[in-house]
């Protein structure tokens, strides 16, 4: 959280819509201004309906580590109807010693609520530039072999 609050038991996933925006998405509507309180409209076709800024969150980069950040905007989970949620959790404990207690908690909220795909942040990064790590290698790799033959070239000229 930059600037505002957090979404809480008041803000409902209904009119009127309160919304927390990226910090990208709040310098480009209201460069200078502070956004929270501001009124935006989402979508269109939404008329007059307009949506209450509450909190200003800091950028992400939501498709991959080369691309700009995302122009965001969040809406709350209550009531939307939504059947999957995922969450960050900062720690220094180790994620074997974590699970277990994020998995206690969950049950204690809803025991039928799974926890599944469990990854550290290194996994996450890993994952997202793995087609770069493998382009870079195989670019290694001809470039190795090229560097081989133009020194087979070279030795068989000279001899």
Do not use: C
């Amino acid at each position: 959280m930059l600037q505002g609050r957090t979404f809480d038991e008041r803000d409902r996933f209904a009119k009127p819509w309160r919304i927390v925006v990226s910090q990208r998405l709040a310098n480009l509507l209201w460069p200078g201004e502070n956004p929270v309180g501001r009124q935006a409209i989402l979508w269109r076709g939404q008329g007059n309906q307009r949506a209450e800024v509450v909190g200003v969150v800091g950028d992400m980069r939501e498709r991959s580590l080369s691309e700009p950040p995302t122009l965001a905007v969040y809406l709350p989970v209550y009531g939307s109807g939504s059947d999957h949620m995922f969450f960050a959790l900062q720690t220094i404990a180790s994620l074997r010693a974590l699970v277990p207690l994020v998995r206690t908690a969950l049950s204690s909220i809803d025991p039928a609520l799974p926890l599944s795909n469990v990854q550290t942040m290194e996994e996450v990064v890993s994952a997202s530039t793995s087609s770069a790590r493998f382009t870079v290698a195989l670019l290694t790799a001809f470039a190795g072999l090229a560097m081989i033959l133009a020194l087979v070239g070279i030795f068989g000229v000279t001899a």
